[in-house]
């Protein structure tokens, strides 16, 4: 489960004008997975939800494909496995596999580990269990189909059972080079799989400001865009997965977390 620790604060809004076009190579699919409401939890659940939408958004719009296409199941008491599946298979007609389209996968809410895994479990209503590495596996079934780059986030526990430092980041047209080098600019499709917390850890929020760890990835990510804008080359995703865990490892007493990361390459 997410505990409340922790405020952040990370504002950012990327305008497409004047950015690289790359009108007809691809659209941003996005699924939002809310966990169930609960009692005090709707406002920090709502600042996932906003943050994770404008997060996309600004990638995609930076990469110049325009608005992306969302796909939601949110503050639902009673979200399904099926329903998380019937989600992924609407973004599979979708996706063309003509163009460079991206996916992304984003879940809060309430988590497990089970089997020893070290992915966690996403909690659905009823007691049911939705395991990440399920995203992952329908991903790679897709074929050819696939999208170029896959991001999937579990922003929850990996518990096994039984944002006032963060500021704005301003980018500039440049950085359009580093996400297109995150982003397109691999041989085969890739699927980057990240969770809030390692095996055996609680992740953090607040009522208000939501999730640590989404706050800690956002600001990596934006930083390292803009810390790498005039040497793009240097950018990838183990690069920022080692600044990311890095900060959570730095945080103090209860708000100190490990994320974990994990790249697959889609061979066809």
């Known amino acids: 489960m997410k505990k409340i620790i922790i405020l952040f604060e990370l504002l950012l809004i990327f305008s497409s004008s004047g950015y690289a076009s790359t009108t007809g190579l691809g659209k941003m699919y996005v699924c939002v997975v809310i966990g169930k409401d609960e009692n005090g939890r709707d406002k920090d659940r709502l600042s996932d939800y906003t943050a994770i939408k404008q997060f996309c958004t600004s990638v995609s719009n930076?990469?110049?494909?325009?608005?992306?296409?969302?796909?939601?199941?949110?503050?639902?008491?009673?979200?399904?496995?099926?329903?998380?599946?019937?989600?992924?298979?609407?973004?599979?007609?979708?996706?063309?596999?003509?163009?460079?389209?991206?996916?992304?996968?984003?879940?809060?809410?309430?988590?497990?580990?089970?089997?020893?895994?070290?992915?966690?479990?996403?909690?659905?209503?009823?007691?049911?269990?939705?395991?990440?590495?399920?995203?992952i596996t329908q991903i790679k079934k897709w074929g050819k189909q696939k999208p170029i780059t896959s991001l999937v986030i579990g922003d929850c526990c990996n518990q096994v059972v039984k944002n006032d430092e963060y500021g704005t980041i301003g980018l500039n047209k440049l950085a359009y080079t580093g996400l297109k080098k995150l982003f397109l600019d691999n041989a085969q499709p890739q699927i980057i799989a990240w969770t809030a917390a390692s095996k055996g850890q609680v992740s953090y929020s607040n009522y208000t400001s939501g999730s640590l760890f989404l706050g800690l990835f956002r600001n990596t990510f934006y930083t390292l865009l803009a810390d790498t804008y005039a040497t793009p080359n240097m950018i990838s995703w183990n690069l920022l997965a080692s600044k990311v865990i890095e900060s959570g490892k730095s945080r103090n007493g209860l708000e100190k977390v490990i994320p974990y990361f994990e790249k697959h390459i889609c061979y066809e």
């Open 62 to 135: 930076g990469l110049g494909y325009g608005s992306p296409l969302f796909f939601e199941l949110t503050m639902k008491n009673q979200i399904t496995p099926m329903q998380i599946n019937n989600l992924l298979n609407e973004v599979k007609i979708r996706v063309n596999s003509n163009q460079k389209d991206l996916f992304v996968f984003y879940f809060s809410g309430h988590g497990q580990n089970q089997k020893g895994n070290t992915l966690p479990s996403f909690e659905c209503g009823n007691q049911q269990l939705y395991h990440m590495s399920s995203i």
